[in-house]
């Protein structure tokens, strides 16, 4: 069997596990059985990275409906000896993707963003081909040839860099004219490629183009897309919604809400039995598990994360120093302070909670001078036990399904019957606009335990 050069093999699987941009590469329908057993090879390779780093959802019956779709849609590329798997993932990020050799991945957070099977198949459609044009391929060589060989983007030089994101448009661009072709061979919607990337488009738009999430790098959302996409002429197909809707009924949503989760302006951890209210006028996030808050109109961050270091002595030492912290108690919880650290402008200041199942670290960024400011003091107030002894035993959270029985909105629904989540999560999930009237007899989701 063939093989790729070291390094090439290499930055594949930095490019694939990275989630970086593929350039695009054309292969004739008849490319020899020994390129597809490259393909594989590597395939198999960052298919077991992946997988040492996530798991699989323990829903047989969602899978084997995932991958029926998926089969649906496989059929109408060239055909090739292509073997295509299918990992549905459990995990809270909205991301599909593909890697060399037919391996597709799929999220349950992305299914969770989903109205519709026409939806699923356009992303899956997507998928494949990126797969059957093996957009992989000459991305490796290409940063092989300039002396990169650990998949890091960042090391070429701009003009170079412009060149491969160039290139990835262009490659965007086939994937989608390819997965329209095989939308309308299997029976299905054209325009379920315009609403998900509709769906990635949103997701930009609230990240505020800070934090772009992981699937975003690997496939940019233009204006240019979705316009092309929208001017495409649709001759029918099925969207199967209901359907779709009934296979997604009761999947896990979020994060497990033992390891951390908001409620109003609460952020509570029931593992460590903490929990901290912040004051007026912040604005929060979850990140996974963790908190990201920020004061508008100051340059005041905060982050409230679970150590990665394992141990107390392991965190304070990966902090500093043992002897820099100082042992105190705030709300009734052991914490550890570290003087403050000035950088520049602004100083961070740290507190290491000693709590049952792993430290738990708050970092906050000031400006230098405001580290003993009202605002501060009022937001260490907040850290306590949890009060409510209702927020500690929270089941997992899931998608639940509701029909409506006349005319509203989301954002009624919110106030009548507020669900374990914010009014942009259930506007997101839902694809439509809060305020969007909604008539009698539509299907809602909605997340509860």
């Known amino acids: 069997m063939k093989r790729f050069p070291a390094a090439i093999v290499a930055v594949g699987l930095a490019a694939f596990a990275c989630n970086r941009p593929q350039p695009q590469t054309r292969e004739p329908a008849s490319a020899p059985s020994r390129a597809v ?9 960052a298919d077991e990275r992946v997988m040492s780093e996530l798991s699989v959802l323990a829903d047989a019956p969602l899978a084997a409906y995932v ?8 059929r109408q590329a060239n055909p090739t000896a292509t073997r295509w798997t299918l990992r549905l993932l459990d995990s809270s990020h909205v991301s599909v993707r593909s890697g060399p050799g037919g391996y597709v991945y799929v999220t349950r957070g992305f299914l969770a963003c989903l109205g519709s099977e026409a939806e699923l198949a356009a992303a899956l459609a997507h998928e494949v081909a990126h797969v059957s044009e093996r957009h992989w391929r000459r991305q490796a060589e290409y940063l092989v040839k300039r002396g990169v060989e650990d998949g890091d983007l960042d090391k070429l030089p701009p003009d170079d860099r412009l060149a491969l994101l160039a290139r990835l448009r262009d490659e965007e661009r086939t994937a989608d004219r390819l997965a329209l072709g095989y939308l309308e061979r ?16 949103e997701l930009e738009r609230l990240a505020g183009g800070s934090r772009v999430p992981p699937l975003l790098r690997t496939h940019p959302v233009t204006g240019e897309r979705l316009r092309a996409l929208e001017q495409q002429k649709d001759p029918g197909g099925e969207w199967k919604a209901r359907e779709y809707l009934s296979k997604i009924d009761g999947l896990p949503f979020g994060e497990d809400p033992r390891d951390g989760y908001l409620y109003g302006d609460r952020y509570v ?21 963790d908190l990201m808050a920020a004061l508008p109109g100051k340059a005041t961050i905060l982050l409230v994360a679970r150590s990665e270091h394992g141990s107390l002595e392991r965190t ?10 100082t042992e105190s108690n705030l709300g009734g919880q052991r914490v550890f302070v570290a003087k403050s650290v000035p950088e520049g402008a602004l100083s961070s200041l740290s507190w290491v909670f000693d709590t049952p199942v792993a430290p738990l670290v708050l970092a906050l960024v000031v400006p230098r001078g405001d580290e003993e400011t009202d605002a501060v003091k009022a937001l260490l107030g907040g850290v306590g036990k949890i009060s409510n002894p209702a927020l500690k035993n929270l089941g997992v959270l899931r998608i639940r399904l509701t029909t409506l029985e006349r005319e509203t909105s989301l954002r ?30 539509s299907v809602v989701k909605r997340v509860d335990p």
Request: proline share 7%; aromatic share 6%; glycine share 10%.
């Open 37 to 45: 057993d490259d393909d594989a090879e590597l395939g198999r390779l």
């Open 186 to 201: 299997a029976g299905y919607a054209r325009g379920g490629l315009a609403k998900v990337l509709r769906l990635f488009a």
């Open 412 to 441: 009624a629904l919110f106030a009548e019957n507020p669900p374990r989540t914010n009014l942009a999560t259930l506007a997101l999930i839902n694809g439509v606009g809060p305020d969007q009237p909604l008539p009698a007899g």
């Open 67 to 74: 991958n029926g779709v998926l089969s649906a849609v496989a």
């Open 269 to 289: 951890v029931p593992n460590a039995d903490f929990e901290l209210v912040l004051p007026s006028l912040w604005r929060a996030q979850l990140i996974g598990k």
């Open 316 to 325: 304070l030492d990966a902090l500093g120093k043992r002897e820099s912290f």
